[in-house]
């Protein structure tokens, strides 16, 4: 495991709503639900398009905007078609009002 990297503040989050970040010149999307927050990488594993432009999905999962792609937030299993492969999750913690990320 690598260093914890502080990568955005807590109220940069919407509730449902993602950003990317970069940690070391990878993106990393960040995405808020209630008081968690998962960090996974940014791309779909499908075709390797921008996942933050996505949606939460109504079960949960993390839908991409492009072809519907769905991932599972806490896994970063792939849950729907046409994405197949999982996605990378990041270690997240929040310490104070800052967001910070490592490789898990």
Do not use: I, K, Y
């Not at 499908?46 to 432009?53: G, I, M, N, Q």
């Amino acid at each position: 495991m690598g260093d914890w990297r502080d990568v955005a503040a807590v109220d940069d989050l919407g509730d449902g709503a993602a950003v990317t970040v970069f940690v070391e010149g990878e993106p990393v999307m960040l995405v808020r639900v209630g008081e968690r927050v998962f960090a996974l990488d940014a791309l779909c594993t499908h075709e390797d398009l921008d996942l933050a432009s996505g949606c939460l999905a109504g079960d949960g999962a993390w839908e991409c905007a492009h072809h519907g792609g769905r991932f599972d937030l806490e896994s970063g299993r792939a849950t729907g078609m046409p994405a197949v492969a999982p996605l990378r999750t990041w270690a997240v913690r929040v310490e104070g009002d800052r967001v910070q990320v490592r490789e898990d």
